[in-house]
């Protein structure tokens, strides 16, 4: 949020916020004391979001829709304590709610939650950037597909960046980027591939992380807002594209296969298929070798008539 608000200018606009977490509450109400923005103190709410949403229309009926939403949230996480209160909004999760299985509660996709309700939170205007595990832009059932296919028929997704492996502090998930813009005015998607970028290091408990530098992060921007297609790394492709390939919003399922293509003579050619015959006739002959072997292993076991006989 404050990253944003700099690149808005904080003299223009206004943060409002919601996490469950205490103590990234204070931390937000004391980044907006040191940055200017003491007049959105009353803004940064502590509470549960999906549960219990803060901002709310002037009637209070409707969540409350903003210019901008960004949201970095729980990936999965037992929520079966509240999964009934949440169900029960269907206007708000129209694509759904994960079910609390038998085993492994823990598993439960909460950020497809989240991803709703950032959607809900745009004005019909608004730009929104949500942070997935990667396995999101691929999927093929469930509740995620449901909004893969939600986003690409409305037209509402705006472009994604898959991140590197350890990218994130907090998580060893792949994670991308999604981001949304509700006018649905653009005719392109821009999907970018940045898994291989960054340079690994560890931290201060010894974890591998990588991290991107300067130039990696100012090709990821400048690709972004070009909208740029650059070979093995991103490509613009139009919503109809996406559905062709079944909604995938993964870039590398769109980069052109290349085979290299090597001119050789006709000498060189049957040298290289009698090198090639050559080695596959000693290998099928140690083959034969081995399954003589084994049959005579197996034709030397006997049957012991005494074993688990303590007498």
Aim: charged share 25%.
């Amino acid at each position: 949020l404050m990253a944003l608000s700099h690149q808005i200018s904080e003299d223009r606009c206004t943060i409002f916020s919601q996490d469950i977490s205490q103590r990234s509450n204070k931390m937000l109400k004391l980044n907006l004391l040191l940055n200017g923005l003491v007049s959105s103190l009353d803004n940064a709410i502590q509470g549960d979001t999906l549960v219990s949403p803060y901002h709310k229309s002037d009637d209070g009926q409707q969540l409350r829709q903003f210019d901008f939403v960004v949201s970095n949230p729980p990936f999965k996480m037992d929520f079966s304590d509240t999964r009934e209160k949440i169900a029960a909004m269907p206007a708000r999760f129209w694509a759904g709610v994960p079910n609390v299985p038998a085993k492994k509660k823990e598993s439960m996709a909460i950020y497809t939650c989240f991803i709703q309700h950032v959607i809900n939170s745009l004005k019909k205007t608004g730009k929104g950037a949500i942070v997935i595990p990667t396995g999101f832009i691929t999927a093929k059932s469930g509740i995620e597909n449901k909004i893969l296919h939600k986003i690409v028929d409305d037209k509402v997704v705006f472009g994604c960046v898959s991140m590197p492996s350890n990218v994130f502090a907090n998580t060893g998930t792949n994670v991308s980027v999604l981001f949304f813009d509700k006018s649905a005015t653009a005719d392109k998607v821009i999907l970018i591939d940045a898994s291989k970028l960054g340079e690994e290091y560890k931290d201060a408990n010894g974890l591998k992380k990588v991290r991107l530098n300067d130039d990696e992060i100012e090709k990821i921007v400048g690709t972004f807002q070009r909208k740029e297609a650059v070979e093995d790394f991103s490509v613009a492709v139009s919503y109809d594209e996406i559905k062709e390939k079944g909604y995938s919003l993964s870039a590398g399922q769109y980069f052109d296969i290349k085979i290299d293509y090597v001119d050789i003579t006709e000498d060189e050619f049957n040298a290289r298929m009698a090198n090639y015959k050559q080695t596959l006739a000693k290998q099928f002959a140690e083959s034969h070798r081995l399954e003589e072997e084994i049959m005579k292993q197996l034709d030397a076991l006997q049957f012991n008539a005494n074993v688990g006989n303590n007498e």
